[in-house]
């Protein structure tokens, strides 16, 4: 009797948590969601004010866009994989406390407080044709004139400005989320495998990358999103010569425009991220996750 009379009690408890939850939700839904569903809109409106896939066609359409998407696609494959391998060495290394550590610290971590434009004009100092690199070069003796290493004529060494650009300014995100991961792990079971005889490249890959996995898959997901959205640097080093899918985005808005094909842009990126994530997701998630959802 006592039980049953207490489960209306219960039953009639005001749901506490989600009434606090409700002010973040909206707030939430009106910088996010609304913006969100007139993106969408906008995407596949006409100017006209019908609906179709006329700003679909006709972005696909623009000189630029297949080489935005190559680009983006080759920054996106060059880059992350280059940056997780540097950013995994310079956390191990921290790891293991050498001297003036916190200053490799601080060091590693300055390109975070540089916006994306003031880094893409340090590095345009460095490549332009008249920039600090050829300068290095004729006093070395090993050119003359330099290398006009930033023109369209040479689309290799373009790429490879703006891949150095992103690898100096982006890799401190990486860097600092896996410092956080690697400091909860107790560093009593890489001493262990180690007692047991295994190489360092043995202990990073069954003891420390496994446990490292969370933070893995935070970086990843940030960071690639993150790529998608690259376009300052890129602006300030080459400019219109090596479009991006962000800076499509730009030029159909701002240049020509057209919100509406900028928006289809837009929709674009935001599939590709939403798809992206969902795979990272799924792909690292913990094992145990996986056994307890079977």
């Known amino acids: 009797m006592t039980e049953a009379a ?9 749901p506490v948590p989600y009434l606090l939850l409700i002010p973040s939700a909206l707030f939430m839904l009106a910088l996010f969601g609304w913006p969100l569903i007139q993106g969408v809109l906008a995407s596949v409106q006409t100017p006209g004010g019908g609906y179709g896939w006329e700003n679909v066609r ?8 297949w080489p935005a998407v190559r680009n983006t696609a080759l920054l996106i494959v060059i ?10 060495a310079m956390a191990l290394l921290l790891r293991e406390r050498p001297r003036l550590s916190g200053l490799y610290f601080y060091v590693w971590a300055v390109p975070l407080a540089i916006s994306d434009l003031a880094a893409g004009l340090v590095w345009l100092a460095i490549f332009a044709d008249q920039g600090y690199l050829n300068s290095a070069l004729a006093g070395l003796g090993l050119s003359e004139s330099g290398y006009e290493w930033l023109s369209y004529e040479h689309p290799g060494t373009m790429l490879a400005a703006v891949v150095v650009a992103e690898l100096w300014r982006a890799t401190s995100l990486v860097f600092i989320i896996l410092v956080g991961g690697l400091s909860v792990i107790p560093k009593e079971y890489d001493e262990a495998a180690q007692v047991f005889g295994a190489t360092l490249w043995q202990r990073v890959r069954h003891v420390t990358l496994p446990l490292l996995r969370p933070s893995i898959q935070v970086a990843l997901i940030l960071r690639t999103i993150l790529a998608f959205q690259t376009f300052a640097v890129a602006q300030a080093l080459a400019g219109r010569n090596f479009p991006l899918l962000i800076g499509e985005t730009y030029e159909w808005y701002v240049n020509l425009q057209n919100p509406y094909a900028a928006s289809a842009v837009a929709m674009i990126i935001l599939g590709v991220s939403m798809f992206t994530a969902t795979v990272y997701l799924r792909a690292l998630r913990q094992p145990d996750v996986i056994r307890g959802a079977r």
């Not at 207490?6 to 005001?14: E, G, T």
């Not at 006709?58 to 866009?65: C, I, K, L, N």
């Not at 880059?79 to 995994?88: E, T």
């Open 6 to 14: 207490s489960r209306p009690a219960r039953a009639r408890r005001p």
């Open 58 to 65: 006709r972005m696909t359409a623009e000189p630029h866009f």
């Open 79 to 88: 880059v992350i994989p280059l940056q997780f391998a540097l950013a995994i």
